[in-house]
């Protein structure tokens, strides 16, 4: 193996890898207390202000607490797959992230020689993001998929009622409305003609419209599915606290209780990349055709990139200060009668669409 | 747990002091409590959750209702014997490092109430770090706690912790066990009481044509028709008095009975107070019961509102009512030995209570799944401390996934033994103890107490202090009504309706605490009228009040009424029939949201009600959206009767001058013997009512709450009977949650509005 | 190298794993090993820059199949399967079908060796991963094999038709 290859296939993704987990565990950190200072402010409070200054070092207080906390494994438990259930739920919410494009190919590093060892290293562009699959778009269904397991597996071997309800109730939901969610970005596929998330954001870049302004139905199904899938209000079934005391994670203390939390968050920021990057042009700085506001090129692609997640993020958030949620059976009958037939319609009118009008192939 | 020496390991007492401080700065910072809610105190911790107050301040806002992820098990009201073993269960599976905060002094020592049945301090069973004192503690007293248990966290050493088991310790409290001994005997009751009359009016009159072999005394008392019946035939009397037209009594209010120890040949009566709602007739129909063999016939084939009052009486008296499908103990514990309220049974003897028990459903689902040779259907435990279950009542469920196929309910968790409580104070005294029955609208409770023992004076009290009644029980009905709509909504997962709700609620709290120095549990009420007369700034408080309430109303009301998801979740779920509803006994606006205008304040007016204007606002279906539709449209009903008593609000005396009932006033104590005297007296004694048994009744915010008052003319009450609006609702919920979800069991509850200290008494 | 390596390292994890679906009493541990099985051959599509087929593999058998098993084994009372006998305790049978199998296959590869040429490593892979696979499964699906497709789809409706038949009689009776 030659060195520009150790460079470009070891050595550059570690280090992406290393930035993105760093930034990825504080942002969902931090995560948490935007949640708990946002509801705050809608019921007309101040939620944390003490640990730290705002209550900036909340989550940091929580998550020492966390980890410290007596980790109990019922008795009656099935320890080994207690065990691994937080572990399978978490490792698939981070390595999602690895295809997700948070900004274009732009990064220059200019080539250099390592004095002493008389090495050329070659200039090279690399990207911000990890890697730019051929099947992004699979590989994030793929990889979050896996994630539902973990739920099952936790609330089953708790070996308690609440959590094995829990665990059905999440089983049932996430997998009807991964179907819809699958058919929801169909039409996005099609417009794009590629499973690349790069390319999908640079074909929205050619068509001159973010895929929202032409597939708005795609978007609001991918949003709902979306907020289905990880388990967040109005849709919070499986934990729900009302109902399932905490849902399939009643049994689970301490550390692996919050490897669960992190998944779930985690899943959230998920689910806001991908509604970015599919429908809400990514990277991309809106109203690039405006001369007067050109300005706005100024600001990197990645900053437009968080921008737009954090609105995702807060719709979240909004989203279950405001709303009760629905019931079991509700929840199913609108996944399959009402959210899959639309999904269904709108791919074969937009797969008509493309074919009449030439696509963008 | 290992204590490092300062002096002698210096270098590592550096790395150790810094990590430990910086553990417990973060534990102290992230105290997650388990709210272990039982009574009035849950209602302050969730004032101190709510806007004004705001918990969150101090990162403790995450309520885990999951033992295992919470921090601090806040203990928050009392906890009595039944409740003992749960508290018990949730402390042992917490996980290290947990603490305890005992809120309020019913769990630090039993509070006022020591009783049978009521645990004199959690610290019998679970250790505690921080107490509470008040009854209940205000929310800042809630917050100096949390503060507290920081400085403590602060301090302490340790970076691990172990597990420390606790043995149980039964305290008795010291109860004056023998107080009936030093009443006047009731014998004079005793022959008030069998003394005939002749008694005019339609429904004396019909009774007598149609059972004459039957009545055995008739008495009119204060305008309340009583008749004592044998009870060999009771059940035909009880079947005509119901479907006969002539007497209609659809509506059975109470069953209850009374003990006259020896003084009778007979020991206990048993009494019907049953309610027409087409002829606004009432009636009270006794029965006596012998000692030797205490049973009658059952009424629950007949009405199905004698369920559990009648397995009230039985638990309470031991009657065993002949034919009743369930009699089995109901507000104690089901290791109580004895029936406390059976005159001699000493007010103070507890039975150690250890056991949980599995409900008849269990049973009947092993039965039935065995006769189908299906699987057996999964049992499902809700409550006490489940969150839905608002911490003290207990569902078990047979259920089919998420379907509900059968249900019992277990209640008596908050069983604090009002009635023999009341028994053993004085007259004055008992109102702190009404306080505690509905906490949620604390007022209405006093003014119905002191309406049944004016109703024994057979006196009026002055308008003015009619008035002050009027005004700040209508507060105490939307106070009510907002807790209800935006805990049922929390339910449901819609968060912010609670803090909306709680905010004018607050305010509603500072006009109370401007009267009487009491935010929830006011006691601000005295027989003859109220405590003191009200702030000079009165006026102007309640006309600001009648302005900033509407808005929060109008939110809530943007927020849900055409919410699809809202009506959802609460369209048809647990809809009941009017005519069940009145079998059941429902009476509030949970029969209002049926289609029956039943309201005590039209029906019986007293107090005025009559001419203000206002209407009552009935649903259709009786589900759970027209009880919030009728709730909040209750809540503007009651902003205009205030409007209209604060413009006509009168001026005079606030206590009524009756020389019987009110201290004479100062100047006369100083001056003159005869005022002194009669000072010492009603200081010394109390008050003492004439001989006679009388029933009253209002129309409190969750429905028709009655209180049949005994007076032996003894300073303390012979009996006092409450009449809780939801225990008669409560007990239809079981049967009406079979074939819906688990979910709708949630939404159902929240909206019927049971509360537990006027459930459980 | 690299590919042949993880090659093998998938391989055995797959073998492993589908060995400990069959060998343990409960059904959660196998449905989990089963898990492990469809990763690891999913794995084996990726060294074959068969990346589509990787992916749909993980969609179709670990995010549906595999959750829609588990949740199945839930809802079924469980105990009673610890404590049934099972089937897999005729170990001289299923070794012997297994030899004869074995056999069977290391005949037909010896013997046809010669008609189907392996295809050097070198020379086919960067080839598929230029063009994209997805399309080129697509392409072929449409148009080779449009009749065995078709017949699939049939073939999975009528399951599904019979499926909610089943399912709805049985509430029928209730």
Known sequence: MNLDSFIDWILLPLIKIGILFGLLSLVIAYLTLLERKIIAFMQVRLGPMRVGPHGLLQPIADGIKLMLKEDIVPSRADKIVFTLAPVITLIPAFIVFAVIPFGPRSIHIPGFTIPGLNVQVAERTTGFFITDLNIGLLYVLAVSSIGILGIILGGWASNSKYPLLGALRSAAQMVSYEVALGFSIMGVLMMAGTLSLVEIVNAQKNAGAWYVFLQPVGFILFFICGVAETNRAPFDLPEAESELVAGFHTEYSGFRFSLFFLAEYAAMIVVSSMAVTLFWGGWLRPFPNIAALGFLGLVPGFLWFALKVLVFLYFYLWFRASWPRYRYDQLMKIGWQVLMPIAIANVIVTAVLVLWLGGSR | MKVIEPETQERENFFTTTASSLINWARKGSLWPYPFGTACCAIEFMATVSSHYDLARFGSEV????????????????????????????????????????????????GFYRAYHVMQGIDEIVPVDVYIPGCPPTPEAVLDAVIKLQQQIEADTRLSYERHPRQTKLKTPEVNATVHALEPPPRALVRFLDDNQEVKGPIAEAFKRRFPEEVVSMREFRGDLSITVKRENIKQVLRTLKNDPEFDFKMLLDVTAVDYLSERQSRYDVVYHMLSLSNKHRLRL???????????????????GADWAEREAFDMYGIRFKGHPDLRRILTHSQFEGHPLRKDFPPGQRTMCTETTDLPVVERARKYAESMGIAHPTILNVGPQHPAMHGTFRLQVAADGEKILDADSEIGYLHRCFEKMSETHTY?????????????????????????????????????????????????????????????????????????????????????????????????????????????????????????????????????????????????????????????????????ACGVPYDIRKWFPNYDYDQFEFDIPVGERGDVYDRYLVRMEEIRQSL?????????????????????????????????????????????????????????????????????????????????????????????????????????VVAALGSLNIVAGELEK | MLETTLFYIFSFVAIVSAILVITQRNVVHSAIFLAATLLAVAGIFLTLHAEFLAGVQVIVYVGGILVLFVFVIMLIALNRTEVERQFNRQWTLAAITAAVLVAEFAYVIFRGK????????????PAIAVTGNSQLVGVSLYTNYLLPFEIASILLLVAIVGAVVLSKKKTAED
């Open chain 2, 63 to 110: 309520v885990r209702f999951a033992p295992k992820q919470s921090d601090v098990l806040m203990v928050l009201g009392t906890i009595n014997d039944k409740m003992g073993p749960v508290l018990k269960q949730i402390y042992d599976q917490m996980a290290e490092p947990r603490w305890v905060i005992s809120m309020g002094a019913c769990a630090t020592c039993g």
């Open chain 2, 286 to 304: 006794k029965a006596a019961v012998p000692a030797d063999d205490p049973s009658i016939d059952t009424a629950v084939d007949i009405w199905k």
């Open chain 2, 428 to 592: 004055w005294q008992v109102i702190p103890f009404t306080d505690r029955l509905n906490y949620m609208s604390s007022m209405m409770n006093g003014v119905t107490y002191a309406m049944s023992v004016e109703k024994m004076f057979g006196v009026d009290i002055p308008k003015r202090a009619q008035y002050i009644r009027v005004i700040l029980s209508e507060f105490s009905r939307i106070a009510d009504h907002l807790v209800c709509v935006g805990t049922n909504l929390v339910d449901l997962g819609a968060l912010s309706n609670f803090w909306y709700g709680f905010r004018p609620r607050e305010e509603i709290y500072d006009l109370l605490e401007s009267c009487c120095g009491g935010r929830l549990t006011v006691s601000y009420v005295r027989i003859g009228g109220v405590a003191q007369d009200i702030p000079a700034d009165f006026v102007q408080r309640v006309r600001k009040l009648l302005e900033t309430i509407p808005p929060y109303v109008d939110d809530i009301e943007k927020m849900n009424r055409h919410n699809k998801i809202f009506k959802l979740r609460s369209e048809g779920i647990t809809a009941i029939s009017a005519e069940d509803a009145i079998d059941w006994g429902f009476t509030g606006p949970t029969l209002r």
């Open chain 2, 640 to 744: 205009r009767i205030i409007k209209q008593a604060i413009e006509n609000l009168p001026e005079g005396p606030f206590q009524i001058d009756d020389r019987r009932i009110s201290l004479p006033p100062k100047k006369g104590v100083y001056s003159n013997i005869e005022d002194l005297m009669n000072h010492f007296e009603l200081i010394q004694d109390g008050i003492l009512p004439p001989i006679g048994e009388v029933y009253s009744y209002w129309e409190a915010a969750n429905g028709e709450l009655g209180f049949y008052l005994v007076s032996n003319g003894a300073k303390r009450p012979y009996r006092l009977r409450c009449r809780g609006a939801c225990f008669y609702i409560f007990q239809a919920f079981n049967h009406m949650v079979k074939g819906l979800y688990m979910s709708d």
């Open chain 3, 114 to 125: 010669e008609t189907f040429p392996l295809p050097s490593a070198t020379a086919a892979a």
